[in-house]
């Protein structure tokens, strides 16, 4: 059994910060990528930013300059880190991780998304 657990959304003000959160837990024996995805309301999920096992990242034109993805490996934890928060950022966010488990099953997990608000 493989988990992904967020935290971290909430209600900001638009310029303002936020930090999110996503551990992994349970039966695994390394991860791979690990990706941030947003989906707003009638909008379809979008990539927004992605990290590689060795730290490559990759961001959404949208999002460069403003957020920062990174992970720490010895606590299977990816973060967000989103500053100069903008109305168009209010979306309910999802990890993704592809994990290769301890039984050697290599698969593609999700967390139960969290919501981020920016408010004018």
């Known amino acids: 059994q493989v988990q992904l657990v967020e935290s971290g959304g909430g209600l900001v003000q638009a310029g303002g910060s936020l930090r999110l959160s996503c551990a992994a837990s349970g039966s695994i024996r390394s991860i791979n990528a690990m990706n941030w995805y947003r989906q707003a309301p009638g909008k379809q999920r979008e990539l927004v930013a992605a990290?590689?096992?060795?730290?490559?990242?990759n961001y959404a034109v949208s999002v460069k300059g403003r957020f920062t993805i990174s992970r720490d490996n010895a606590k299977n934890t990816v973060y967000l880190q989103m500053n100069s928060l903008k109305l168009e950022d209010t979306a309910v966010y999802y990890c993704?991780?592809?994990?290769?488990?301890?039984?050697?099953?290599?698969?593609?997990?999700w967390g139960q998304g969290t919501q981020v608000t920016v408010s004018s």
């Open positions: 993704n991780a592809k994990i290769l488990r301890s039984s050697g099953w290599l698969g593609d997990y």
């Open positions: 990290i590689t096992s060795g730290g490559s990242t």
